[in-house]
């Protein structure tokens, strides 16, 4: 059996739809906060089990018989990730689930800037300590975010960045389709597998990019990480929300995003799609 959290989210639901190409409904379950928003996953035979990291005492039962469990991570910027994986692991032990298989992301270490990193990377070492079989797909950050990261750009000409650096933006597709080949393979990975695009372009190399996408030229603004801040809160957005993005670009200036992996490529069986090819699409 295995058992797919976050099915009613992009990812997890990518993984479910990928799976059922090569595995009968009856040997899936998706274990979700909100049985009423799987209902398409129902309709195809898939067991529909209630489970919410918030709530600990529904998830070994959403959880049992799991030979593999894929575990979505938190999803909720303002949650305390660490406390509901923990709650997750817990569950998985108790469940003796076969292998843990987590979203992780690349550059997952306890002093990343951008907070999730430093979660990913608690859940990794709580994944260790638990004595499950455990395999960590540490995603390359999602491509398809460069259309709000960049802002306005297709107007105003200009990529305005609190931080510069390479970052190996990698289709949530293509990570999806990874993790279900990964789940379907005999051959198991353990621990950490970082699974990202080929290539990892700065945010100039993005503009040359877009420059051509678009036929006119497209420059990049590096600004004061703290005026960023401030123009983003007169924005209106929450100086919380502002700050966590802000993590994306200082991590991406430290290099935590910078590495390269042919992984992705490997189980893929081709190229994985490239920032030309999100851009592409936020033009077209
Ligand atoms: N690599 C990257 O660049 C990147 C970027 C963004 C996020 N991520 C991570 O990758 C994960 C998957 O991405 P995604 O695009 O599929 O995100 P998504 O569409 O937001 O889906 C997240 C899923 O997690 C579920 N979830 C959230 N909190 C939960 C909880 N307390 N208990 C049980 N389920 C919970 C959500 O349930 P509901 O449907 O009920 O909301 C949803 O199904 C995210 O959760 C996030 O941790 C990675």
Redesign the pocket.
């Known amino acids: 059996m295995i058992v797919i959290?976050?099915?009613?989210?992009?990812?997890?639901?990518?993984v479910v739809d990928h799976l059922l190409k090569t595995h009968a409904p009856e040997r899936i379950a998706v274990?979700?906060?909100?049985p009423q928003?799987a209902q398409r996953f129902a309709d195809r035979g898939i067991e529909v089990r209630h489970?919410?990291?918030?709530?600990p005492t529904s998830l070994p039962t959403a959880f049992a018989g799991a030979d593999q469990l894929l575990l979505?991570?938190?999803?909720?910027p303002a949650?305390d990730?660490v406390a509901?994986h923990r709650n997750?692991v817990d569950a998985a032990a108790e469940a003796r689930v076969g292998r843990v298989l987590y979203?992780s992301?690349?550059g997952a270490h306890p002093l990343n800037p951008f907070a999730?990193g430093r979660?990913?990377a608690a859940t990794e070492w709580m994944l260790q300590e638990s004595g499950l079989a455990w395999t960590s797909l540490r995603?390359?950050?999602?491509?398809h975010?460069l259309a709000w990261l960049l802002g306005p750009w297709q107007q105003t000409g200009v990529m305005t960045v609190p931080g510069e650096g390479p970052v190996s933006w990698?289709a949530?597709e293509d990570?999806?389709e990874a993790a279900a080949a990964i789940i379907a393979s005999e051959a198991p990975h353990d621990g950490p597998i970082t699974l990202t695009a080929g290539h990892a372009p700065t945010f100039a190399e993005i503009s040359s990019t877009a420059s051509e996408l678009v036929g006119r030229s497209i420059r990049v603004s590096v600004v004061d990480p703290e005026e960023w801040v401030a123009s983003q809160i007169a924005a209106g957005s929450p100086e919380g929300a502002a700050r966590f993005t802000l993590g994306i670009y200082l991590a991406a200036a430290e290099g935590y995003f910078a590495g390269v992996d042919p992984s992705l490529r490997t189980i893929l069986g081709r190229e994985p799609r490239t920032v030309r090819d999100v851009l592409g699409d936020v033009v077209a």
Not at 72 to 76: A, K, N, P, R
Not at 139 to 143: I, K, L, R, T
């Open positions: 959290t976050g099915a009613t989210g992009a990812l997890g639901g990518a274990a979700v906060r909100d928003k489970a919410d990291y918030a709530e979505v991570s938190s999803s909720d949650a990730a509901l997750a979203t992301h690349q999730p979660d990913h995603n390359g950050f999602y491509a975010s990698t949530r990570a999806a």
